[in-house]
């Protein structure tokens, strides 16, 4: 019982950093960015290209796959994110599943339709086990690596977001952008920052999940409703959110597939649906965010 | 709170009772009492953020109250949903026009009248073929001088034009209490007169609120004038006996006459 | 009385334009007209329909939604469960299962009354995905991922029997489509449709003039989830089939897209968009499965970039 808490600690994580990047950008741009989840496929294929096949140190791998993406999604936000800003839900959500279908075809064709493997350094291999049936607490190697290093990048997000001055300039650009660039502040280049940050946390976020989910073509599409649940949910307004967000998300997951097989893949949407009901402006917001 | 002394029985149509609003630790709304009567030209002023926005949205029930009573003719509203507020005959039109972009003036007159004449969930008969509803149409667009563009989609026209549908969609709820707030904003000079004309000539029957800043317009409409600073009433009264208050004239010039009362 | 200028405007909103006359008279003539496709009339019939379905909420209204496959997929597997375990007699299959979408649409209603276009767009993906997981899960009444097989209806009025050919079904769905195309027709020129075009357009104002939001709202999805739910029934009905596609994600997105096509807010857009939508699938799905995928992101992506507006707008003027 102890193990499934962890697994879905650990897989709740992973699914932050995964989706953080998107909270953000809604948050900020107000822009619905469904290809998000193309990111992080990215990630996880330039993960194991690198790691599998040039055989790149696992720990050098994931900056490099990080940089790599940020620098995809600087890309993408100069040539075409930024014309969809002003445009409405409908436009960016029907300009985004575009981009994710193109992501998956284009996939699909040069790589193949079956799944990437990933075998794991030896030293994140193997788990140590503590105490006793039922209360066995199993932390797989790898599983703990996840926890540790989300949990320092969550430290970094927050403290860069209250502590620097780039954060101050972040969160001001947030409540109000026209303000925000009347005092100066260039809000553009921190729209391209922040999206290249979120698309580079996405795509480590693939990689480090690269042997845990499936990374195939359709992973975009798999994996969408799993972000849209954790921003929509946990809120646009603040880093915790998502974060408390994604580990109801992975508990709810891990144990509903464990307890109840049959129906434990879609206790999560059900899950959602009433939070939603609830409070539609997500669980862990302070109010009513546009 | 002070009842103006009117020629017939001054009948209130609608009062708030010790109305407050707080967001947080911001109070928007302090125990406003405010009564309005039938056939009322009531002006509400006060400096910018004084809570005159808030206290339309309380009333029509856009906002919540924290604490308060509202009544409209008799009958304790302030539980109802906005849309069966304006079924009571409670009506408002607002400050930066809230209009039907895709539709024109004529279909959208006819759209309203329609819902108020209780046509509005029928989904047999086209729109426009009750006669009732366009005969109060046609009033309706030629008391508001949109005859001549009541075929162009709404977000073609000129801005005074939008303020005049602005306000004859509101009209067109056969209001009993009409809430304007501030009619003439951001009409450009060539259209305002036209507007006002129109403000002036409103049915007698019709009590009607106004928000405004331009005095000139309060004084030549107003007969009864309540001004509210920070939320919370500062006076009430008429309009010519308000306007040498000292404590009036404080809050809005800091001891120099309000413009516009040397006419009174 | 009513100035003549706009006597004359009234009319014409409501008068029956002559390329509509056509548009309607090939559509039931096309059986006739392209007997050797009958398989394909049948089936753009069926999508023409379901997008009409989401044009009430679409584009009439304005709600975003990324799950109308559910009541699509419920329709599918509801007529094809009736059939083989109640009735197969398909008008009764009809009538039961728009009836039973209208309830699961009254019900899935109250989820988009609330919350911003992200809340209601997570919401409707929800749904559909239960329903497909239910679907998957399920397995003795539905096949699980097998599909349902087997459903064989009995003629229809007793008389016209479902024949290999689909002549009988092609028929039958466009006579369907057409009828529901001019109920449809009807709703939206009536005050009721012009209070769906106001709560699109500025739904604050329109609870500001006295209607009642959230009622029309139910009462609009309940509809467009019932003909949803009539368009997957005629796919079950006249395939005999019934495969946990009909929930997908895909679906969702194919008749967004399909709308987007044609044109959404004056349901000829649906028409037109599943003609165009299917013609070129048949041609592009046969060379590969990528490609067609490819092709569909890229359109949208420009399509966005270029301005939906225009081609609306354009549209607006020819249509009107």
Redesign the interface.
């Known amino acids: 019982m102890l193990t499934l808490l962890f697994d879905g600690v650990a897989y709740g994580m992973l699914l932050f950093v995964l989706s953080v990047g998107l909270s953000v950008t809604l948050g900020l741009m107000n822009f619905i960015n469904l290809a998000h989840g193309a990111f992080a496929m990215m990630g996880g294929y330039c993960m194991v290209y690198l790691f599998s096949h040039l055989q790149v140190p696992f720990l050098i791998c994931l900056p490099v796959v990080f940089v790599l993406i940020a620098l995809l999604g600087a890309f993408m936000e100069r040539v075409l994110y930024r014309r969809m800003y002003n445009k409405s839900h409908l436009d960016q959500v029907l300009f985004s599943i575009g981009l994710s279908f193109m992501s998956v075809a284009t996939m699909d064709y040069f790589v193949g339709s079956s799944q990437q493997t990933l075998v794991l350094p030896e030293w994140l291999q193997g788990r140590h086990e503590w105490g006793q049936d039922p209360w066995t607490l199993g932390v797989g190697n790898y599983r703990l690596f996840i926890v540790l290093l989300c949990a320092v990048l969550t430290l970094i997000l927050q403290t860069g977001l209250s502590k620097t001055r780039f954060g101050s300039q972040l969160r001001a650009s947030v409540d109000d952008p026209t303000v925000a660039s009347g005092l100066g502040i260039p809000v553009n280049k921190i729209f391209l920052l922040t999206f290249a940050v979120g698309s580079g946390l996405a795509g480590l976020g693939g990689a480090l999940g690269a042997e845990i989910l499936s990374i195939e073509p359709m992973f975009p599409l798999k994996y969408m409703i799993y972000f849209l649940i954790v921003v929509a949910v946990g809120g646009t307004s603040s880093i915790t959110g998502p974060l408390y967000a994604s580990m109801l998300l992975g508990v709810a997951d891990v144990f509903g597939k464990y307890y109840i097989p049959q129906f434990g893949g879609f206790i999560v949407y059900v899950l959602m649906i009433v939070i939603l009901l609830w409070r539609p402006q997500g669980l862990f917001t302070k109010g009513v965010k546009r | 709170m002070n009842t103006t002394q009117a020629q017939t029985s001054p009948q209130v149509v609608l009062s708030a009772k010790d109305l407050s609003k707080h967001f947080g630790g911001i109070k928007a709304t302090q125990n406003v009492n405010l009564d309005i009567v039938h056939g009322a030209r009531h002006a509400l002023i006060g400096p910018n953020g004084a809570g005159k926005t808030t206290l339309i949205n309380l009333l029509?029930g856009?906002l919540e109250p924290s604490s308060g009573r509202i009544e409209l003719m008799g009958q304790d509203i302030t539980n109802m949903?906005?849309?069966?507020r304006?079924?009571l005959g409670l009506?408002?039109t607002?400050q930066i026009n809230?209009?039907?972009?895709?539709?024109?003036p004529?279909?959208t007159l006819?759209?309203?009248v329609?819902?108020?004449k209780g046509?509005?969930?029928?989904?047999?008969?086209?729109?426009?073929?009750h006669g009732a509803v366009?005969?109060r149409?046609?009033e309706l667009?030629e008391q508001f001088h949109l005859?001549d563009v009541?075929?162009q989609r709404v977000s073609t026209l000129s801005y005074g034009k939008q303020r005049l549908l602005e306000i004859a969609?509101?009209l067109?709820?056969e209001p009993k209490v009409l809430l304007l707030d501030e009619p003439v904003a951001g009409v450009p000079s060539g259209e305002r007169d036209e507007l006002l004309q129109t403000v002036a000539q409103l049915p007698s029957d019709v009590s009607i609120v106004l928000i405004e800043h331009d005095m000139d317009l309060v004084f030549s409409f107003a007969k009864q004038m309540t001004v509210l600073v920070n939320g919370a009433v500062l006076c009430s009264g008429e309009p010519q006996d308000l306007a040498h208050d000292p404590r009036v004239r404080e809050v809005y010039l800091g001891s120099t006459q309000i413009a516009g009362a040397e006419h009174v | 009385m009513m100035g003549p200028n706009n006597m004359l405007e009234i009319k014409r909103l409501n008068r029956t334009k002559i390329w509509e006359w056509v548009v309607l008279s090939l559509m039931l003539a096309s059986p006739f007209l392209f007997a050797e496709r009958a398989m394909m009339i049948n089936e753009i019939a069926i999508t023409a329909l379901f997008a009409i379905s989401l044009d009430l909420i679409l584009g009439y209204s304005g709600i975003v939604s990324l799950g109308h496959a559910a009541f699509f997929g419920w329709g599918v597997y509801a007529a094809g469960i009736f059939s083989k375990l109640v009735n197969p007699d398909p008008i009764v299959g009809l009538i039961v299962v728009m009836g039973s979408s209208l309830v699961l649409g009254l019900i899935c209603s109250l989820t988009i009354l609330r919350g911003s276009d992200l809340t209601r767009l997570m919401v409707t993906l929800g749904v559909s995905l239960i329903g497909l997981e239910l679907a998957n899960q399920l397995r003795d009444l539905t096949g699980g991922a097998d599909g349902l097989q087997g459903v064989v209806m009995a003629p229809i009025f007793g008389v016209f029997e479902f024949d290999l050919s689909a002549k009988v079904a092609s028929i039958y769905s466009v006579l369907i489509c057409v009828l529901v195309l001019l109920f449809v027709r009807r709703l939206v020129r009536s005050p009721f449709g012009f209070g769906l075009v106001a709560i699109r357009d500025n739904s604050l104002r329109a609870r500001a003039v006295g209607l009642n939001v959230s009622h029309r709202l139910m009462v609009i999805y309940a509809i467009s989830a019932s003909l949803a739910g009539l368009s997957g029934a005629l796919l079950a009905q006249t395939t005999g089939f019934a495969s946990l596609d009909v929930f997908s994600f895909d679906r969702s997105a194919d008749v967004m897209l399909m709308l987007v096509i044609g044109g959404v807010g004056w349901l000829y857009g649906g028409v037109l968009g599943a003609v165009v939508f299917k013609l070129i699938q048949s041609q592009l799905s046969s060379i590969t499965p990528q490609y067609w995928m490819f092709w569909i992101g890229l359109f949208l992506v420009i399509l966005v970039l270029t301005g939906r507006d225009r081609i609306k707008e354009w549209f607006a003027g020819v249509s009107a």
């Open positions: 029509t856009v949903a906005p849309d069966q304006v079924q009506v408002r607002f809230q209009l039907f972009s895709t539709l024109t004529l279909t006819l759209w309203v329609s819902n108020k046509f509005g969930s029928k989904w047999w008969s086209p729109l426009g073929t366009l005969e149409c046609n667009l005859s009541s075929n969609m509101s067109a709820c």
